[in-house]
């Protein structure tokens, strides 16, 4: 039998899993969703079970449709979301709840680093173009304040992969490309900064051992793949970044391809072989998930605006696809569909947790500006999807501002499946779209660092020709050009002009 790999996409709202060959074809996939915490509204928390239990679960799910095969699992390679943070003891266990990459508690926090350190010295030393109350050392900075039992026990502050692959292996590791935006990573000399470090008053014994994306871990630990059912000699390699992850597998690896992923978040990522840091001080800089390559890369709302959207307005929709089995997201774009490009100038923000890079506000709320009588539930639809494209585009005119030229856009995600919005996409960006027949990116470019880390691939280039296969090519609609420039210039100005009122009427 030909061997597998055993595929772990760590995301915001859910936990994908799937099985993949050594051909890059998915055999088995399944899904997970969990519930996170929300108890004041710039609070964002999950617990360690949450996690493990979808895992588990999905895991078990998943081995039971392969049969026999699964003792062909060879390696396992994880996708993973960064910046949520987890505090753990001596053994190991979270002592309170993980923090949530988008919580914007830490708000004091990040200023008072600002006052020390300043953005410009920030965006110098970790590629981040301002401390933002997001990254991991504003988070610990807060636990410290204000849960100073929880940071004293602390014996190591983890993000969601090297607690994953502890889990798997009792190994304390993490790499490169997860840690870049904890702000205590320093990414030209890819090692922790002491100067932020001593700040924060944690040594480097309370951090994992640093390692490259796509390098072997261990062999699992007997007695959890006896518990998982997974074969004992299946190894564990390091992950990457899922937007890193997503990259790699829709074959986005050199410079001039730029790819954008529809999750919970929009993210979007623009390979360099060496860094390349913005004169403009807007699109930060990450390291990627090759060695020795780095990535513009930034993310903000994206699928969750239209998943909130769906939760909170769409019970019919959600009720004929319990019916009929179409999703109700399908559905949602045959009504979305029926209308015109530009919404008949409905313009929404999407910013349900904060705006990100190049427009940055961690203050910034969700907007629908300009509906009247004639608009209905399809155009706060369609109008959604159209300010995620805007947003790509603002995000692709800051990366031209910095010197890089982007040719064609590669979309992944759950987005991507959405034939409408990936056309709305190309349309508003005036550029090709292209969609490859993997339907799990992220999933995809995890097996190809780990494969390529156990010897089944040669390199993770070539993994990428055989594997990253072009699906569908979506080519910009001339005839909406006009309607979508003034959009988008509409776009910009609502975001500037409600700035000052975001901040104005903030409230923790």
């Known amino acids: 039998m030909d061997p597998l790999i055993l595929s772990v996409d760590l995301g915001t709202t859910s936990i994908k899993l799937a099985i993949i060959d050594n051909h890059g074809h998915i055999v088995a996939t399944t899904m997970r969703e969990y519930v996170l915490e929300t108890r004041q509204a710039s609070y964002v928390e999950c617990s360690e079970e949450t996690y493990w239990d979808a895992f588990t679960g999905g895991l078990a799910e998943l081995l039971g449709t392969i049969g026999d095969r699964k003792s062909s699992i060879k390696a396992l390679g994880i996708s993973a979301q960064g910046e949520t943070l987890f505090f753990l003891d001596d053994r190991g266990k979270a002592l309170r709840d993980a923090i949530v990459w988008m919580d914007n508690r830490a708000e004091k926090e990040s200023e008072e680093l600002r006052e020390k350190f300043t953005d410009e010295v920030c965006y110098k030393i970790t590629g981040q173009v301002q401390f933002d109350p997001c990254w991991p050392a504003a988070k610990v900075l807060w636990v410290k304040k204000n849960q100073p039992e929880i940071f004293q026990k602390t014996k190591t502050f983890a993000l969601i992969e090297d607690w994953f692959i502890y889990r798997l292996t009792g190994q304390m590791v993490t790499e490169g490309s997860l840690i870049t935006s904890t702000v205590y990573w320093n990414l030209i000399t890819k090692k922790w900064w002491p100067e932020m470090l001593a700040f924060l008053g944690i040594t480097e014994d309370r951090l994992p051992k640093i390692m490259e994306p796509g390098e072997k871990v261990s062999v699992i630990d007997p007695s959890v793949a006896e518990v998982l059912d997974l074969p004992k000699d299946m190894v564990v390699c390091t992950g990457a970044l899922d937007q890193a992850a997503a990259a790699i597998g829709i074959g986005n690896i050199r410079e001039g391809l730029f790819s954008e992923n529809i999750g919970a978040a929009l993210a979007i990522c623009a390979p360099v072989s060496k860094p390349l840091f913005d004169p403009n001080r807007k699109m930060p800089l990450h390291y990627f998930g090759i060695p020795n390559m780095y990535m513009l890369h930034t993310f903000t709302t994206g699928g969750m605006a239209i998943k909130w959207f769906r939760d909170s307005f769409c019970e019919m929709e959600k009720s004929v696809s319990e019916l009929t089995g179409k999703s109700a997201y399908m559905l949602m774009d045959d009504e979305a569909a029926q209308v ?95 969609t490859i027949k993997c339907s799990e990116a992220a999933c995809l470019g995890a097996a190809i660092l780990a494969g390529t880390a156990v010897g089944l691939f040669d390199s993770v280039e070539k993994a990428c020709q055989s594997m990253a296969e072009e699906k569908a090519r979506f080519m910009p609609d001339a005839g909406n050009r006009e309607v979508y420039d003034t959009g988008y210039e509409d776009y910009k100005r609502l975001f500037s002009d409600l700035n000052g009122l975001f901040d104005a009427t903030y409230r923790q």
């Not at 300009?370 to 959604?384: D, E, L, N, Q, V």
Request: glycine share 12%.
């Open 340 to 434: 015109p490009a530009g919404s008949d100038g409905l313009v929404a923000l999407p910013h349900l947790s904060g705006s990100m890079a190049p427009d940055v506000n961690a203050r910034a709320k969700g907007v629908f500006f300009g509906f009247t009588m004639k608009h209905g539930k399809p155009h706060f639809i369609r109008s959604i999807m159209e300010s995620v494209g805007y947003i790509i585009r603002r995000n692709i005119e800051a990366l031209e501002n910095a010197g890089l030229r982007v040719s064609e856009l590669r979309s992944s995600g759950g987005g991507s499946k959405s034939p409408l919005w990936n056309q709305i996409k190309a349309d508003i960006i005036g550029r090709p779209l292209v």
